[in-house]
Structure formats: C-alpha cells, structure tokens
C-alpha cells in the first residue's frame, strides 16, 4: 500500500473500527508491502512522535502509528495490564487487513509489542525494541521517585520531559528543545491529549510487569524473530543493563546503545537511529538487504 503523505506533520488523522468495536485513531506515510507500526511511550499520543524520526523511517517503508485503546482520540479505556494491551494492538492490526508487520515499540510499548510477538508470533516479521526491558526483570517495578515526579504528574512540564527524555549536555539538550518544538509544532487536527485515567492504567502495568519473575525472564526466550533492541547510554526510566539483560534473552537479538542520551535516544539520534532500523529491517518488500 503506498500513502501520498510525504509528512509525518502533515499526515491525518484517520479513524477505523475493530472487530473489538474499538474506533481507533492513526496515521500513516510511506509505502511499502510489510508495514513498520509503531508502538507509543507512556502517556504518549499520535503527537508525541518526533516527525524527524517517523518521516526518516518511511523514506523505506510504509510507518503506521496509532492511539492504543483509550489513548488519545481512541475509543474505549485503557487495560491496566501489558497483555490486554497488546491483544488490543492485534485488534487494530485486524482492522488494517495486515496479515505481517514490523513492530518498533518505544518504552511501554515495547513492553507491548514483546507480548504481541509471544501472542501472535505469526503477526510479526521482525522486532525494533527501543528503551526495553523484560518482564519479571528486578529493579524495574516501577520507576524511580524522581522519573515519575517528571513525567508521571497530572500536568508534566518541559522540563520534566526534558530531564528524563535527554541528558544534562548542552548538546542532549539543544536536540530535546528541538525535538519539543516539532512535536509541538501541529496546530491544527492535533490528537486528542491522553487523560489522567490513562496514565494510570499504563502506570498500573508497567508495575506489573516489573515485578521480579524469574520464571517470565525465561518466557521471553521464546521470541525467536530478529529483534534489534536499542536505548540511550544514560537512560534514567529504562536503565541500559535492563536492555542488555532483554538482549541477552532473545535468541536472535542484536543490540546497539546511542552515546550521551536518554530516554529520547531514538528522537536525539533520529536520523541515525532510522538509519540503523532500515538496515535492520531491509526492503520495503520485507526482504533482507
């Protein structure tokens, strides 16, 4: 399938109804056969993708992003569980008619996009996982005082997303207000912001699926597609070891960690980044360069 949008900026929003009767909201740019479908952070909606980023990504393929259940302008309320949200994900996928597709999940929704592939392992061709972490991985139920102090607020300020997104470098930070202003930058037909019950429930599963479980540390060894995880070296929300640690128990993953970034790595190194994800992924036709 091919898109006229050129622009992540300038793409609509678009509306489709799943099986699950759950209207939800997407964009989309690119073309390709073997869409890439992007997988949102916590509290993050169609706008809190870096267009830098999407539109690097879909000069190879065709990139759909999304609202996941009760997210955004979606329908429904948002699971408090990592699982439900990823059946939801599949939900959409059906609705599309997308018989494959390569997931890039960021942060929580890398968390999603890992059940996905356990799911429904026919569902997925190959796996970007960016800030990740495993299931049942110690030291990660919940995240530290001052990273939930800075993004887990009813209202969050820049300089809150700043301090967790990019490091203190003059030049982490001149690419986070870059980054702030793009994502900023659509007046019109912007998404609907992500209520105060959503971050909850995201809240509520990224607890859970922290807590210390050795027997779900060995349930991810079971993703046998190509995987490519990736993170920023001084990530204070999803700590680099915890991105080894995932790395270590895929059998087919690969890793790569972005120098003096933060949880933004992907949008500080935007360019890089997508560069390094098409070469992972290869041709829009799904075949391996």
Avoid at 223 to 236: E, K, L, R, Y
Wanted: aromatic content about 8%; hydrophobic content about 45%; charged content about 20%.
């Amino acid at each position: 399938m091919t898109s006229t949008v050129l622009s992540y900026a300038a793409a609509p929003n678009k509306v489709v109804r799943a099986g699950n009767g759950i209207d939800y909201a997407y964009r989309e740019i690119g073309s390709g056969t073997v869409p890439l479908v992007l997988l949102q952070h916590f509290r993050g909606n169609l706008e809190n993708w870096d267009p830098t980023l999407v539109d690097a990504l879909a000069a190879r393929r065709r990139v759909i992003a999304f609202d996941n259940t009760g997210v955004g302008a979606t329908t429904g309320t948002t699971p408090a569980t990592i699982t439900e949200m990823a059946r939801d994900a599949i939900a959409f996928l059906a609705a599309l008619d997308i018989p494959q597709a390569d997931i890039l999940g960021f942060s929580i929704g890398s968390f999603v996009a890992q059940e996905i592939a356990l799911i429904r392992p026919d569902l997925v061709r190959k796996l970007v996982l960016a800030s990740s972490a495993p299931r049942g991985g110690a030291g990660m139920h919940g995240w530290a005082p001052e990273v939930i102090g800075a993004v887990g607020t009813l209202q969050t300020a820049p300089k809150g997303y700043l301090d967790v997104f990019f490091t203190s470098s003059p030049a982490s930070r001149k690419a986070g207000e870059e980054t702030l202003g793009r994502i900023y930058g659509r007046t019109t037909d912007a998404d609907q912001p992500t209520s105060w019950e959503t971050r909850q429930a995201q809240y509520d599963a990224v607890c859970e699926w922290g807590i210390p479980d050795h027997a779900a540390l060995q349930r991810v060894s079971a993703i046998t597609h190509p995987v490519f995880v990736a993170n920023g070296d001084s990530d204070p929300m999803i700590l680099p070891h915890f991105s080894y640690l995932l790395a270590g128990l895929i059998p087919q993953a690969r890793i790569k960690i972005y120098p003096d970034s933060a949880h933004g790595f992907l949008f500080q190194h935007a360019r890089a980044f997508a560069a390094d994800v098409g070469d992972f992924l290869g041709d829009t036709d799904g075949s391996t360069q």
